[in-house]
DNA sequence: ATGAAAGCGCTAACAA
DNA sequence: TTGTTAGCGCTTTCAT
């Protein structure tokens, strides 16, 4: 078959002297031909190498068996471990996947759902940095789940996502238990829900222990560079300015880490002068000595739920939860040991 | 707009009192309309939101404006990084990707292509696991560009790969010139063309250097745990034996890292008693304390040599080189200082 | 069990 | 500058 044009039905039609009717029939198992047909319209599929024209099957059935699914950076382990685990998952129920990276830009975002718009996906797993979604792809109709951060006009989006006040509240309660009195809480800038949740869970945890919340510990990235540098500057400079602190809970593992470096330029033993906690249970927290205690977000479990729900919408049905929750749980390393 | 059906150009062009023909033009903008009726179009594509229908345009046009990118395992850091420069690069140029996770398994692979073949993308970019591409695909005439590893049947296929041969022989170099004479070498199994380049360089730099090569030295991985996982058991294994060693070349940071493990557990000093150094200077080498030298493989080079090389196949040039080497180079860390 | 034909939305060749 | 029309490959309805 050294041929490098694709063949056809019409042409495999011809050369089984049927008709394309016939042949997309078999090629689709929907009965109705004898097994005599089917044999010589398969053996012509397999000798010439038939593909089908999945431009002319979308066109014509309005779908592409495709999800598109939208994170905001593929290098990051947290979500490529999450995308991984989407596209293997539907990947079994027969839908390829898209996967878009917004790179956390807005205008990428929006082009990108533009652009699933356009290639008639079924459905989209999502994983936004929008503060809302696009107006045309909502009023569209094509089912959409939302994971980990909601935006905020995604009303009758489900949304899976961890119960992050809580793990928040636990991870804020351990190092309270192991000693800490000062802790410092470091968190990107909380444009999302679901950083706001666990600031809620520091809080109450203080509250609940009778520690008095002090404003001066409490930090906010810029975003204006990498997390981790951001971080370790931020923490550089607290202790410089001769500030003390025995525990530190930052809302992930790379900030985390930052933390972690800037206490060794400053000669601080971690975990006996200050215990440090991270989010995501990422390579950030996992391989540094001392390795960082973490929140595991547990995203096998967001991803495959995920999945489960838009699923169910493909499949017509209305999911019975708007919001699923996954729980987050501590992993307990040498930094707080 | 709150119609959640998409709106055609027939319907365009109706309200619009015009042709679809006019319309396409229009929105294509191939001249030949004039300003008036521009205007008046525009206004109704954002008014009622229309979004091209791209199966329909891909079944016209034989092309999908879509590049598929296989990769062996998106959540390894090495792959995505390559990944996503190879998506944002193609982006730059309108080009959307498939990105495809065979998990480096050959059957999906096999899918993959099939997939890609029947949704018609333009071209593919490959860090293939397999021996040999499928047959139909090299076949069908579409631009491939491989990155890092070379299918045997792709005599014609371009790829972009470093020289593995003069890095390895520069990374056992360093390893001698620092006073080391039993360089263990520890390497996946060698399937793959760029391993046995490594392993190559490492016999070449003793050989140089009056080192006789000694098999017993010499280790690969089966592959049947995560590799430095099999890689603490070996050489923790090694050293429980009572044999010594006083440098280790591994051919993954993640192997180092195994290895790092191991000697850790056997109080074994690094860098003073045994030096180390790996290869892909990923989160696994940079992360450790010690800190792991390594090979730094030049992802974004890669990337951005294999869309260029594609993007010119795409534009019908043939291109030039079919083997395009990146330059890899050693980033010294604690490991080896 | 099979076939003829319509039509999905689009582009491009041709006509006006 | 604009419009008419064929046809890309496929599924599906309606005949037979």
Do not use: W
Request: glycine share 4%.
């Amino acid at each position: 078959m050294n041929d490098n044009k694709r063949i056809s039905i019409k042409e495999i039609a011809r050369l089984a002297d049927t008709s394309i009717a016939t042949v997309s029939r078999i090629i689709n198992k929907k009965g109705g031909y004898s097994k005599e047909t089917e044999r010589l319209v398969n053996d012509i599929i397999d000798t010439y190498g038939y593909v089908s024209n999945m431009a002319a099957k979308s066109l014509r059935e309005s779908k592409s068996h495709t999800i598109g699914i939208i994170v905001p950076d593929i290098s990051n382990d947290f979500f490529a471990t999450i995308a991984l685990h989407v596209e293997k998952t539907l990947k079994q129920h027969n839908y390829s996947c898209y996967i878009c990276n917004t790179s956390n830009d807005e205008e990428t975002e929006k082009e990108y759902f533009k652009d699933l718009d356009s290639k008639l996906v079924d459905g989209i797993i999502c994983i936004s940095g929008l503060k809302n979604l696009p107006e045309n792809i909502s009023n569209r109709n094509i089912p959409i789940v939302c994971i980990d951060r909601k935006p905020a006009n995604s009303k009758n989006i489900p949304i899976v996502s961890n119960n992050d006040t809580e793990a928040s509240y636990e991870a804020t309660k351990l190092l309270i238990e192991k000693g800490c009195k000062q802790i410092i809480y470091i968190s990107a800038f909380p444009l999302e829900h679901h950083l706001q949740a666990r600031r809620q869970g520091y809080e109450k945890a203080l509250l609940d222990h009778n520690i008095k919340l002090d404003k001066n510990l409490i930090f906010y990235l810029t975003g204006k560079d990498i997390s981790y540098v951001e971080s370790e500057v931020l923490v550089a400079e607290f202790l410089q300015a001769g500030n003390t602190c025995d525990g530190i809970l930052a809302t992930s593992d790379r900030i985390a880490l930052g933390a972690l470096y800037a206490l060794k330029r400053y000669d601080i033993k971690i975990p006996e002068e200050v215990k440090l906690i991270g989010f995501d249970n990422s390579l950030y927290s996992r391989l540094p000595s001392p390795s960082i205690s973490t929140i595991s977000r547990n995203t096998v479990m967001l991803a495959s739920e995920g999945c489960r729900i838009l699923l169910d919408m493909l499949d017509g049905k209305t999911p019975e939860n708007l919001e699923t929750i996954v729980p987050a749980y501590i992993v307990e390393r040498e930094s707080t040991k």
